[in-house]
């Protein structure tokens, strides 16, 4: 975006999504959990567990996923400024886990908890999409399609702004399940919101990768791309958490 005037201070589009993202996120949350008044007492440790092994998740999980190689040549990689490569599948993992140590610390139920905390993070997705839409990141596959953007600071080819349908899908996806929510979530068990959000969210991604460009060279040889491969599992763990929830629904009726 700009240079902090006197300093050698950038800032980038990219990181303001993300902190938009976060900011926004954390403002929804706090509604939803005062409404539902529930586990309100912790919530600020339930943020800091949320970011921090948010942050750390997709971190490691770009070098775990894309430059394994890298990480083992050089390990201090991962705290090493300026912090290139991030996987959101490593986020999402990260988030699962410092969620599930801050249950177990609270006493809080977990699927209750991270029903809600899925809702929230689609908004986060959105706007951390349309940052790499402006630092030119995470850039479509050449194309002729009309809306083509060409990425000035990539090459002259149109490609497809693949960042921008992740960040308009998720935005509404994001106002349809805060909408359903508000609606029926208080008649749902808990683990299916989170059932539902994995499915459909992890589907898409699966289907928009195909129009991305690969981010490690080694995806060439595969038949699937390492994000279609990572986003797999977060599907048929949405659609199990759904049946799960549902026959159990249906044992106790």
């Not at 002259?156 to 609606?183: D, G, K, N």
């Not at 008649?187 to 991305?212: N, P, Q």
Request: glycine share 8%; aromatic share 14%; charged share 15%.
């Amino acid at each position: 975006m700009f240079r902090i005037p006197g300093t050698s201070v950038l800032l980038s589009w990219y990181g303001l999504m993300w902190a938009l993202g976060l900011v926004i996120s954390r403002q929804v949350g706090l509604y939803i959990f005062l409404k539902e008044d529930r586990y309100t007492v912790n919530l600020p440790n339930l943020f800091l567990m949320i970011v921090i092994p948010a942050i750390v998740g997709a971190r490691l999980g770009h070098f775990l996923f894309y430059d394994l190689h890298v990480l083992i040549r050089d390990p201090l990689v991962i705290i090493r400024p300026p912090f290139h490569g991030l996987s959101s599948h490593g986020g999402v993992l990260g988030i699962l886990i410092g969620v599930y140590i801050w249950c177990r610390r609270n006493h809080a139920e977990y699927l209750f908890v991270i029903d809600r905390l899925a809702l929230v993070a689609i908004s986060a997705g959105a706007c951390i999409r349309f940052g790499n839409l402006m630092n030119s990141e995470i850039v479509g596959v050449p194309t002729d399609v009309p809306w083509a953007f060409i990425f000035a600071r990539v090459d002259q080819l149109p490609r497809h702004p693949a960042q921008l349908y992740e960040c308009i899908f998720y935005t509404v996806f994001f106002l349809s399940m805060l909408y359903m929510w508000y609606m029926y979530a208080r008649d749902w068990r808990s683990g299916v919101m989170l059932g539902m959000i994995l499915t459909v969210l992890w589907t898409f991604r699966f289907v928009v990768e195909s129009f991305k460009e690969n981010q490690s060279a080694f995806e060439s040889d595969l038949s699937l791309n390492m994000g279609q491969i990572l986003s797999i599992p977060y599907i048929l763990t949405g659609v199990a958490l759904i049946l799960l929830r549902k026959s159990i629904t249906e044992i106790k009726t």
